[in-house]
């Protein structure tokens, strides 16, 4: 008989019943996909502010007179460019240039990072880094310890108190009288905030967030939302089988640096990637799906109908030379071909 492992829940499971949210499983979490619905939810953010449940995200700690080494010998993006207070978008990537995960780095002390990993990676990235511990570095899973909610819209800093800031930085600050960490980061392209605090405290952070007006959003909307800025989702658009490059974030990879993986990636960018994550957007009336086909020999890895445009959109995997932008894709919708453009990233950008 199979063993059916119980799924995790956040420290607002509590808020998200009360609030009527659809609750799902996702990454071994039961978790709220939806409240009024996707669209609206969507909207919100897009247009005033939504506030989202990423308590499920994992962090470890990395600490020691050595744990700046290890990391710049791990993650792709260059370590030692980060102050106190300062942080950044990077890769932990495997021997072949794959991406093992990818990753906030916040450096919270002179000696001391603080890594926010995706839920269904936790426990694999704390295993590769932690065997990879080295003499005065200290590895900690701390996940179960923070609570971390997404506040993000144009609208979003003002209803909560926060005046405005510079991206990927950090300080602490309090949020309806709870002391918060103050991360400037977000998966929506809005502005906004990811806000951690003690997980016992995440009850009255989230009652005083929506009390502020402050619209509950769920995963749907948090993946319509990231799709039409073309944020990657580990899993779908990139992951251990597909390189950095091939996968648009050779911009995170310092490539004179000597992280795992480096000298695949360099080999790669020299002779230029044989396939590349593309965005593009439906040309006829039409809604892709990850796992579709693309003519030529690619596929989708995500797509969506997109709450903003109100088109098909959607990003995948295409031969180098059918790449660029304008190019017409033909893509297999359910066993019609429907046609698609190459478009520039972000599918989705605010006017003005």
Not at 126 to 140: L, P
Not at 222 to 235: A, Q
Request: glycine share 12%.
């Amino acid at each position: 008989m199979a063993v059916v492992e119980a799924l995790r829940r956040t420290p607002l499971y509590d808020a998200h019943v009360a609030a009527g949210a659809r609750l799902v499983p996702f990454a071994g979490w039961e978790m709220p996909v939806q409240y009024e619905g996707v669209i609206p939810e969507h909207k919100a953010v897009r247009t005033d502010a939504g506030v989202f449940d990423v308590s499920h995200m994992g962090e470890i700690e990395v600490e020691g007179p050595m744990a700046r080494d290890l990391l710049q010998q791990l993650l792709s993006n260059d370590i030692t460019k980060l102050d106190v207070g300062e942080a950044h978008y990077t890769l932990l990537t495997n021997e072949e240039g794959g991406i093992i995960d990818d990753l906030i780095a916040y450096r919270t002390g002179e000696h001391r990072y603080l890594l926010v990993v995706n839920a269904s990676n936790r426990d694999a990235d704390y295993a590769w880094i932690k065997e990879r511990e080295i003499t005065g570095s200290d590895v900690r899973d701390v996940s179960d310890d923070f609570a971390l909610l997404a506040v993000q819209g144009p609208d979003a800093l003002r209803k909560i108190g926060i005046a405005p800031g510079t991206p990927f930085t950090w300080e602490m600050g309090t949020v309806g009288g709870i002391e918060v960490m103050v991360n400037r980061t977000g998966y929506t392209g809005e502005e906004g905030v990811e806000l951690a605090c003690p997980s016992e405290d995440a009850p009255a952070l989230w009652d005083a967030i929506v009390a502020a007006g402050v619209t509950p959003c769920g995963l749907g909307a948090r993946d319509t939302l990231r799709l039409e800025v073309c944020y990657p989702l580990h899993g779908n658009d990139i992951g251990p089988g597909r390189d950095a490059i091939s996968s648009g974030l050779g911009w995170v990879c310092a490539l004179d640096t000597d992280f795992t993986g480096v000298e695949r990636l360099r080999a790669v960018k020299d002779a230029g990637p044989e396939q590349k994550l593309v965005a593009f957007t439906m040309t006829e009336n039409a809604i892709p799906r990850g796992g579709m086909a693309i003519e030529g020999g690619g596929e989708v890895t995500s797509g969506t109908l997109s709450p903003m445009l109100e088109v098909g959109i959607g990003l995948g995997y295409v031969p180098a030379a059918v790449a660029a932008v304008g190019n017409v894709l033909t893509i297999d919708v359910r066993g019609r071909a429907k046609q698609a453009a190459v478009v520039k990233k972000p599918i989705y950008a605010r006017e003005g």
